[in-house]
C-alpha cells in the first residue's frame, strides 16, 4: 500500500515516495476478501519463487552455519512479528543474526535494504507494486501480482522468496454499533450514506493512507464519492482503531485487515466490493549476496513457514501484541515453537 516511483528513479523517486507518504508513518495494510484472488494458490512450491528468481543469479546452497546476515523490519506489530520470525529462524538454521529489527516506515526499510545496511525484510506485493514500482492497475491474482513484483525485483537485485497466503490489505471499518445504526455493508454503499448522512459521514485516517493513490484519493476516485475534508481526521494508527470503536471522533476509521484488534474491538469491516484495494501478500526479501550464496537454502527454510501464515493466523499473532500487549518475540518464539519450526 502506497505509491511511488521506481527505486530506480533515485532521488526524483524517492522524493515522490516521501510526498506520497506524508510522513515517514508508513504502516502496511489494507483491503480484504474482496481483493483475495482466491482463484490461484500462493505459497510453497506453487509459485516458483526460486527458479524465477534465478533468472538472475543461482540461488546459493550453503548452509547458514556461519552465516551472518542482518535483519530488518519496519516498525508496526505486524512487522515486527515477521522480523523476530526471521531472526529466530535464521538463528536456529545456524546463522548469526544482526538485529535491525524496527527500523521505521516503509522508507526507511527500502532504504536500508537498497543501501546494504540489512540483508533482509519481509515487504508487501502491493507496497512493491504501487509504491516502489508506480504501477495504478493492480493484478488481482495473487500469484500474477506476486510474480509480476518478483520478476521486476530481481532487476534491482532483490529476491523475493515465495509469499504467505495472508493478505494484510487496507480497509474501512464500523464499530458493531454504528453499523447497527446505519446499516452500511460496502464501500459502495458509503457514497449514498455521505450524501444523505452528512454530520454522521467522518472518517479517520493516518496520514499516508490520506495521501496515497491506494488510499482514500484513489478509493474515493474508485467509488465515485468523497468525504467532506472537514469531517476527516489525522490520527495515528494505533488511536484509529479505538476511536473507530468509540465513535469519538469518527464513524469509519482505515483498518488494516490483519490487525488483530478489528476482532478485540468488535469493528465490522466494509466489504470493497469493487475490489479496489490491491493485494498485500507479504514475502521474505533478500539482497543479492545473500540470495546467490544462501538462496536455495534460505527458500528451503521460508516456505513452510510463510505458507502457514493465513489472515486468521496473522491477525491472531498481531492480536496477541496490539491487544494483549505482548511483545513480538515472545508471540514469534511461541509461534515458531508451536509449529515444530524451530527446535
Same mark, same amino acid.
Given at each position: 500500500?502506497?505509491?511511488?516511483?521506481?527505486?530506480?528513479?533515485?532521488?526524483?523517486?524517492?522524493?515522490?515516495?516521501?510526498?506520497?507518504?506524508?510522513?515517514?508513518?508508513?504502516?502496511?495494510?489494507?483491503?480484504?476478501?474482496? =481483493?483475495?484472488?482466491?482463484?490461484?494458490?500462493?505459497?510453497?512450491?506453487?509459485?516458483?519463487?526460486?527458479?524465477?528468481?534465478?533468472?538472475?543469479?543461482?540461488?546459493?546452497?550453503?548452509?547458514?552455519?556461519g552465516a551472518?546476515?542482518?535483519?530488518?523490519?519496519k516498525d508496526?506489530d505486524?512487522?515486527?512479528?515477521?522480523?523476530?520470525?526471521?531472526?529466530?529462524?535464521?538463528?536456529?538454521?545456524?546463522?548469526?543474526?544482526?538485529?535491525?529489527?524496527d527500523?521505521?516506515?516503509?522508507?526507511?526499510?527500502?532504504?536500508?535494504?537498497?543501501?546494504?545496511?540489512?540483508?533482509?525484510?519481509?515487504?508487501?506485493?502491493?507496497? =512493491?507494486?504501487?509504491?516502489?514500482?508506480?504501477?495504478t492497475?493492480?493484478?488481482?491474482?495473487?500469484?500474477e501480482?506476486y510474480?509480476?513484483v518478483?520478476?521486476?525485483?530481481?532487476?534491482?537485485?532483490?529476491?523475493?522468496?515465495?509469499?504467505?497466503?495472508?493478505?494484510?490489505?487496507?480497509?474501512?471499518?464500523?464499530?458493531?454499533?454504528?453499523?447497527?445504526?446505519?446499516?452500511?455493508?460496502?464501500l459502495s454503499?458509503?457514497?449514498?450514506?455521505?450524501?444523505?448522512?452528512?454530520?454522521?459521514?467522518?472518517?479517520?485516517?493516518?496520514s499516508?493512507?490520506?495521501?496515497?493513490?491506494?488510499?482514500?484519493p484513489?478509493?474515493? =476516485?474508485?467509488?465515485?464519492?468523497?468525504?467532506?475534508?472537514?469531517?476527516?481526521?489525522?490520527?495515528?494508527?494505533?488511536?484509529?482503531?479505538?476511536?473507530?470503536?468509540?465513535?469519538?471522533?469518527?464513524?469509519?476509521?482505515?483498518i488494516?485487515?490483519?490487525?488483530?484488534?478489528?476482532?478485540?474491538?468488535?469493528?465490522?469491516?466494509?466489504?470493497?466490493?469493487?475490489?479496489?484495494?490491491?493485494?498485500?501478500?507479504?514475502?521474505?526479501?533478500?539482497?543479492?549476496?545473500?540470495?546467490?550464496?544462501?538462496?536455495?537454502?534460505?527458500a528451503?527454510?521460508? =516456505?513452510?513457514?510463510?505458507?502457514?501464515?493465513?489472515?486468521?493466523?496473522?491477525?491472531?499473532?498481531?492480536?496477541r501484541?496490539?491487544?494483549?500487549?505482548?511483545?513480538?518475540?515472545?508471540?514469534?518464539?511461541d509461534?515458531?515453537?508451536?509449529?515444530?519450526?524451530?527446535?
Amino acid at each position: 500500500m502506497r505509491h511511488l516511483p521506481r527505486i530506480t528513479a533515485g532521488a526524483a523517486g524517492l522524493a515522490l515516495l516521501l510526498t506520497a507518504c506524508g510522513a515517514d508513518d508508513f504502516d502496511d495494510g489494507g483491503g480484504d476478501d474482496a =481483493a483475495s484472488g482466491e482463484a490461484t494458490d500462493t505459497g510453497g512450491a506453487d509459485t516458483d519463487g526460486a527458479d524465477a528468481a534465478a533468472e538472475g543469479v543461482e540461488p546459493g546452497t550453503e548452509s547458514l552455519d556461519g552465516a551472518t546476515i542482518t535483519v530488518g523490519s519496519k516498525d508496526f506489530d505486524e512487522q515486527l512479528i515477521l522480523g523476530e520470525i526471521s531472526k529466530l529462524l535464521l538463528e536456529d538454521a545456524g546463522a548469526s543474526v544482526v538485529d535491525e529489527i524496527d527500523l521505521g516506515s516503509t522508507f526507511a526499510a527500502r532504504e536500508a535494504l537498497t543501501g546494504g545496511q540489512i540483508d533482509h525484510y519481509w515487504e508487501y506485493t502491493g507496497t =512493491a507494486w504501487i509504491e516502489f514500482y508506480g504501477e495504478t492497475e493492480p493484478i488481482p491474482d495473487r500469484v500474477e501480482q506476486y510474480e509480476a513484483v518478483r520478476d521486476l525485483e530481481v532487476g534491482e537485485g532483490l529476491y523475493w522468496l515465495d509469499p504467505s497466503p495472508f493478505n494484510n490489505t487496507y480497509g474501512l471499518a464500523m464499530s458493531r454499533e454504528a453499523h447497527d445504526e446505519f446499516g452500511v455493508d460496502t464501500l459502495s454503499e458509503l457514497g449514498d450514506f455521505i450524501e444523505s448522512n452528512p454530520d454522521d459521514a467522518t472518517l479517520c485516517v493516518e496520514s499516508e493512507f490520506e495521501a496515497r493513490s491506494d488510499g482514500l484519493p484513489g478509493m474515493e =476516485a474508485h467509488y465515485g464519492y468523497e468525504f467532506d475534508p472537514s469531517n476527516v481526521s489525522v490520527l495515528d494508527t494505533g488511536v484509529i482503531y479505538g476511536a473507530t470503536a468509540d465513535r469519538d471522533p469518527c464513524t469509519f476509521g482505515e483498518i488494516f485487515t490483519t490487525d488483530g484488534r478489528i476482532a478485540t474491538l468488535d469493528l465490522v469491516v466494509l466489504e470493497d466490493d469493487q475490489a479496489f484495494f490491491p493485494l498485500y501478500n507479504v514475502s521474505p526479501v533478500f539482497v543479492e549476496d545473500v540470495y546467490e550464496q544462501y538462496g536455495q537454502t534460505l527458500a528451503d527454510l521460508y =516456505a513452510p513457514v510463510t505458507e502457514a501464515l493465513d489472515d486468521e493466523t496473522m491477525a491472531e499473532l498481531n492480536a496477541r501484541v496490539s491487544s494483549e500487549n505482548e511483545r513480538p518475540i515472545d508471540v514469534a518464539r511461541d509461534w515458531l515453537t508451536e509449529n515444530g519450526f524451530i527446535g
